[in-house]
């Protein structure tokens, strides 16, 4: 079926020309750093510019084995699917909890949870290192996983609640019925419905967890525990990295969400159109 | 199900917890004891390698030891970390430190090394002992070893020089001298004074106060001096001309200091360069790249009417390594900072880096530099005191912002600038 | 949320939220109320606390910092107008069945998804005095512009790629969902009544999507306020001067570059009461669009 449009032909190409100048503007940087990551030091200060003519690796080498990007990348992809995994348990539940269930305490206790979605980390910073150094989990993947899900589950428990509120109870009454404990009708009934908003909020989550900056870098004293995103926000700090070397470091952070994003890349725009459909 | 799914999360968060339990690092330590190493010159780029050699012999000479050696990143990243550590009052047996206000900063969780330099306390420069010395006061407790000592001076590429008309051995003496040089290798065509960042500003006015207030610069700190002092306003004034006259290069002010201005000055962009005499960013770094015979260096610009002339800028300690009070081993942490501040320690680190040692006893650098020689000129001259670091934890930051403002965006007036200055360490 | 039975659950809800509860009562509440008794202390972080009362309230009224901080987060605030703009305008343009749209949405959320650690670090190099987009400038004559080494140009080098760029993308997604639940018979009878692309834009597709666009307002300010310090501190750490100082970046500056952390708490409890009303702000509007 063809759509009526309110743009003519002419327009139309304007408009093509328009968007492309938009994408052109948005992918120069991230071209630039591609072509420095592959320029040695000399070139570069020679030619920043223009793509590579005598294109070399060392800068991925050292990025990689020397700055101990691999390292990091590795960190990252152990601790955040496993804070993904406590994440998506205590949002769904949470989110069960607000959107089918009955007690009195619901209204006022969702208020709070969504009251707490909003305080930026370093509001939090100072006490939740207290906290952590108390437990003595600091430098440890548990002490980063607790607080990170702490403070990012109000947001996906908010967006399940909603989801699960829009479900028809009807569901939950015939399990009722049936005998089912509040929890089988979670697990078996409830959270196979919601797959697809499930799968919204692990990739929020992901995202947020993957970015996170300012608690990973109080806890994570250890550089040889550190996250990537903590790898290269600190190396711009560093003595004797230069913008290849640098821009080599950024590539390599670059590539895994990129990679995520083109496997996953159908589940995220149907994720937030689905979130943008809930408000 | 449920049993086995919250089994399964149970076991990967138990093994992600024993992961990376307890800071552990790559290189997995054994041995009775383990020394943990915190430091901000342990990078690749940095002095990792003679650190490398100099741990080796400290293990080879203390059986049982193992050192830990971490490299963090520089400041003020590392200070955040060392506070973080603070606060849990957990983290390495040793750590690097920056004397004057960043060790005074941090005195609580320092312990006293004094018993344990006893015998070499005499090797010790008395104006490094000071430095180390909490509050800055001889006799008080000395938490940190000084491994170096630091100040700032001018480097200049005799060959650019030469190619600018500019006799490469009579380097600018008073202001007038220095803003003709610029001129002439502004229409050479060289940069006049490479930049990175407000570093450059910062210890461009460090090494003109040094002759503004000489050896009187400690009565900053008490009172008895000000910079509303007339000359502290010309040697202002004299750098905002340079940033003006677009001698000191404006498009370097978005570049880092540490390494790029360091590296565009050692691979040949621009005739002079405000450098730093240990560590990083000096003679030895410089000569190694431009050749030993074209660098020349010169410590300060003399105005007609200062009080004093030819001023060296000096900390008398640079960095240096402190021992934390709850390790658990601080007889041996005691021991490595010894290590690396006399005898082969110290010479190995000096000989690598041309880092200027504190300690008299290690022998001057060897090897035929010619810039080298006329630093120690000037070291053994009329030397004054660096300012910087005697006011509090933190200072740096704030002063670097207030440069900013004034030199390089032009919000504040000089007159602005100054009393914000002063007010800033009066605070 | 009305059910058809009348019973209530028992403590079973209880025991689903109790992993959230204890969660939050340690890492958010408890945090929010020390930071409340800090901002009255004189504090290292660690050590000892001294009390001072509302002493640390005083200094920060009187420090230029701290209402610097202030007003650079407020333009960060008024550039949520231009990327509302920018950003439902592309949106209705993809919307229109351009070939390709989908790609161009997916192009366009990459920044978004590289995160604000990346972002900020590629532009600290991208945007220097000697970089490459200044580069480009010289090649087409221009001048050397000081995205990051003029304060009143950072500020807006903050805005323009964090607050518009980056959150385009996003937005896209966003909004060209909500546009798909826009009646086609509203939008076609326009076309057929003569109407050309900014006459539905303005009289079709935005009154339609007032609640998206009314809830994208809110989340804008939320990234201002309280989401902009990984960016920050990765592309110009606050400066140059106080330029990029907003008051996330002063309460870290504060805290973990001064030193300062009673001080630090007194600007955190400020932030704290913009993020409120900003909380209030959204509550009610989800209560509105609810009922």
């Known amino acids: ?279 | 199900m449920i049993k086995k799914s919250i089994l399964c999360l149970i076991l990967a968060a138990a093994i992600t917890a024993i992961a990376f339990a307890g800071g552990s690092s790559e290189a997995a330590p054994k041995g009775p004891v383990t020394l943990t190493v915190w430091d901000f010159k342990y990078g690749p780029n940095d002095a990792q390698k003679p650190m490398q050699q100099i741990d080796a012999l400290f293990m080879q000479r203390n059986p049982g030891v193992t050192v830990n050696h971490v490299a963090q990143p520089g400041e003020p990243q590392y200070y955040q970390i060392i506070q973080a550590a603070a606060s849990a009052n957990q983290g390495p047996d040793v750590a690097m430190f920056h004397p004057g206000a960043r060790e005074y900063g941090f005195s609580d969780i320092l312990i006293d090394l004094t018993p344990y330099i006893q015998d070499i306390k005499s090797q010790f420069t008395p104006a490094s002992i000071a430095m180390v010395s909490i509050g800055g006061k001889v006799g008080a407790p000395i938490k940190v070893l000084p491994m170096t000592m630091q100040g700032f001076g001018i480097y200049y590429n005799k060959d650019y020089f030469k190619k600018a008309g500019l006799d490469p051995e009579q380097p600018p003496k008073t202001a007038a001298q220095f803003l003709a040089a610029c001129e002439k290798l502004k229409a050479a065509g060289i940069v006049p004074i490479t930049v990175g960042q407000t570093y450059t500003i910062d210890f461009l006015l460090r090494c003109l106060v040094a002759n503004d207030f000489g050896p009187n610069v400690a009565g900053l700190k008490d009172g008895s001096v000000k910079y509303t002092d007339p000359l502290f306003r010309e040697s202002v004034e004299f750098v905002k001309t340079l940033v003006d006259k677009g001698y000191l290069e404006k498009d370097g002010f978005s570049r880092p200091y540490f390494m790029d201005g360091i590296n565009k000055f050692a691979d040949g962009t621009g005739g002079m360069f405000v450098g730093l005499l240990s560590d990083v960013g000096n003679w030895k770094a410089f000569s190694d790249k431009l050749g030993a015979n074209n660098v020349g260096y010169f410590p300060t610009i003399n105005f007609p009417d200062s009080k004093y002339t030819d001023q060296q800028v000096a900390q008398g300690a640079g960095i240096g390594y402190g021992v934390m009070t709850w390790s658990k081993n601080q007889k041996i942490g005691a021991a490595y900072a010894r290590f690396y501040t006399t005898g082969d320690g110290a010479r190995i680190y000096a000989g690598a880096t041309g880092a200027l040692s504190p300690n008299t006893a290690v022998s001057g650098f060897e090897a035929d530099y010619p810039a080298l020689k006329t630093v120690q000129q000037y070291l053994k001259g009329s030397l004054a005191l660096d300012y910087l670091p005697m006011f509090y934890n933190g200072y740096e930051d704030d002063a670097n912002r207030l440069c900013d403002r004034m030199f390089v965006t032009g919000e504040l007036t000089t007159d602005q600038f100054i009393t914000e200055y002063q007010k800033l360490i009066t605070k | 949320m009305r059910h058809q039975g009348l019973e209530r659950d028992g403590i079973a809800p209880y025991i689903f939220l109790s992993p959230l509860l204890a969660l939050l009562a340690a890492f958010i509440l408890y945090p929010v109320v020390m930071n409340l008794v800090a901002s009255l202390t004189e504090w290292k972080g660690y050590g000892p606390m001294k009390w001072t009362g509302l002493a640390n309230y005083r200094g920060m009224i009187a420090d230029q910092a701290f209402w610097t901080s202030i007003s650079n987060t407020g333009i960060l605030v008024c550039y949520i107008p231009a990327s509302t703009l920018v950003t439902v305008f592309v949106a209705a343009l993809l919307r229109e069945g351009l070939r390709g749209w989908q790609a161009y949405r997916a192009i366009f959320y990459i920044p978004n998804l590289l995160g604000p650690v990346i972002i900020g670090v590629v532009f600290s190099i991208y945007l220097r005095d000697d970089g490459s987009l200044n580069l480009l400038i010289k090649w087409a004559g221009g001048p050397t512009v000081r995205f990051l080494t003029s304060p009143s140009i950072a500020i807006n080098s903050v805005g323009m790629v964090q607050v518009v760029w980056v959150h385009l993308g996003f937005g896209l997604i966003y909004f060209l969902a909500a546009m798909n639940g826009i009646d086609q018979g509203v939008y076609e009878a326009a076309l057929i009544d003569g109407a050309r692309f900014f006459q539905t834009l303005l009289h079709v597709t935005v009154p339609s999507i007032r609640f998206a666009i009314e809830f994208w307002v809110v989340f804008n300010f939320i990234e201002v306020f309280a989401r902009m310090f990984s960016y920050i501190y990765t592309l110009t750490r606050g400066g140059p001067g106080y330029g990029t100082f907003t008051l996330e970046y002063g309460i870290f500056s504060q805290g973990f570059e001064k030193f300062r952390v009673g001080y630090s708490s007194a600007w955190s409890m400020v932030l704290f009461l913009f993020c409120a009303a900003i909380s209030v702000l959204q509550i009610r509007l989800m209560r509105t669009r609810s009922s």
């Not at chain 1, 998506?88 to 949470?94: G, I, R």
């Not at chain 1, 100072?126 to 990012?152: D, E, M, P, R």
């Not at chain 1, 550190?226 to 700090?237: E, K, N, P, S």
């Not at chain 1, 230069?242 to 821009?247: D, E, I, K, N, Y």
Request: proline share 6%; aromatic share 12%.
């Open chain 1, 1 to 279: 079926m063809k759509k009526l449009s309110a743009i003519n032909t002419g327009p139309r190409v304007l408009v093509q020309l328009f968007l492309l100048l938009l994408v052109f503007v948005s992918i120069l940087p991230l071209y630039n750093v591609i072509a420095a990551s592959f320029k040695s030091e000399n070139e570069f200060a020679v030619s920043p510019f223009f793509p590579p003519r005598s294109p070399t690796g060392e800068n991925f080498v050292y990025a990689a084995v020397t700055a101990r990007l691999l390292r990091f990348a590795i960190n990252s992809l152990i601790l955040v699917p496993i804070g993904l995994v406590l994440y998506l348990a205590v949002c769904v539940t949470a989110g069960y909890a607000f959107g089918k269930m009955k007690f009195r305490l619901k209204r006022p206790l969702f208020l709070l949870v969504l009251f707490l979605t909003i305080f930026p980390q370093l509001l939090l910073a100072t006490q939740v290192f207290k906290l952590i150094s108390l437990l003595h989990l600091t430098n440890t993947g548990l002490g980063v996983i607790l607080t990170w899900v702490a403070y990012f589950s109000p947001f996906g428990t908010y967006i399940m609640t909603t989801y699960f509120t829009d479900m028809p109870y009807e569901l939950v009454e015939a399990a009722r019925m049936d005998g089912a404990s509040p929890l089988r009708i979670l697990v078996r009934v409830m959270t196979p419905l919601a797959m697809p908003m499930i799968a919204t909020i692990a990739i929020i989550g992901f995202q947020s967890m993957w970015n996170e900056l300012p608690f990973s870098l109080l806890i994570l004293q250890n550089p040889a525990s550190r996250t990537l995103t903590l790898g290269i926000a600190m190396m711009r700090g560093e003595y004797g990295i230069g913008v290849p070397a640098l821009s080599a470091a950024l590539v390599i952070a670059m590539a895994v969400p990129l990679v995520m994003f083109l496997i996953f890349q159908r589940r995220v725009t149907l994720g937030v159109t689905a979130g943008a459909i809930k408000g």
